[in-house]
């Protein structure tokens, strides 16, 4: 018995099955930002872009879809509207504030709006090939720090699938999954 005393106990030796160095961490959590980040954009486009779920089809007059808009900082009101393939259409646009601009690239629309000033563009002819969805109208003269979520939605023929209605979800989701799994293996190593 007092040769097994004298012997020295094995410490059992703590397995590592992962292991993530500097570089990986550093890798996750750019990932982790970028997923952040991109998940408050999508969402704060619809705030301070003053997007509402109401969808406007304007009004028909002599066989033209006409749209009054009005562009303010930092949304347009009304901030959807809906057409169809083949339509014509004339945009109505008053600036109420500042020097503002309303472009839909898909249709070749560009407007400058001067405060007060109101402005038409008629005669846009919605391609009857144009792929049915969602497209984006927006500001496209620099009109402050809220200009990049100056924003509104063209609806030509029936909406389609949008992945920024559910982007801050998944992004919210997936960066709990991440952090639950990182918390989960550091308590693992940790114990």
Same mark, same amino acid.
């Given at each position: ?44 486009? $619809?705030?301070?872009? &003053? ?6 089809? =304007?009004?028909?007059?002599? @066989?033209? #879809?006409? /749209?009054? +808009? ?69 500001? $496209?003269?620099?009109? &402050? ?6 924003? =509104?939605?063209?609806?030509? @023929?029936? #909406?389609? /699938?949008? +992945? ?28």
């Amino acid at each position: 018995m007092a040769e097994e005393e004298k012997r020295p106990q094995e410490v059992p030796k703590k397995r590592r099955p992962y292991h993530v160095g500097g570089a990986g961490l550093i890798v996750i959590t750019a990932f982790i930002v970028l997923l952040f980040t991109g998940g408050i954009a999508y969402g704060v486009q $619809s705030v301070i872009g &003053g997007e509402r779920e109401e969808v406007v089809e =304007g009004v028909l007059v002599d @066989g033209v #879809r006409e /749209f009054k +808009i009005s562009a303010s900082q930092w949304y347009f009101e009304p901030a959807v509207i809906k057409v169809n393939p083949g339509d014509t259409v004339k945009f109505i646009i008053t600036s109420g504030d500042i020097m503002h601009g309303f472009a839909i690239n898909e249709l070749g629309v560009n407007l400058a709006l001067s405060p007060g000033v109101e402005m038409a563009q008629g005669g846009v002819v919605i391609p009857p090939d144009i792929a049915e969805g969602t497209y984006t109208m927006y500001c $496209s003269i620099f009109c &402050g720090i809220g200009h990049p979520y100056m924003k =509104g939605t063209i609806i030509i @023929g029936e #909406r389609g /699938f949008e +992945i920024g209605r559910i982007l801050p979800y998944v992004a919210t989701g997936v960066m709990a999954g991440m952090f639950g799994t990182f918390i989960i293996i550091g308590r693992r190593r940790a114990g």
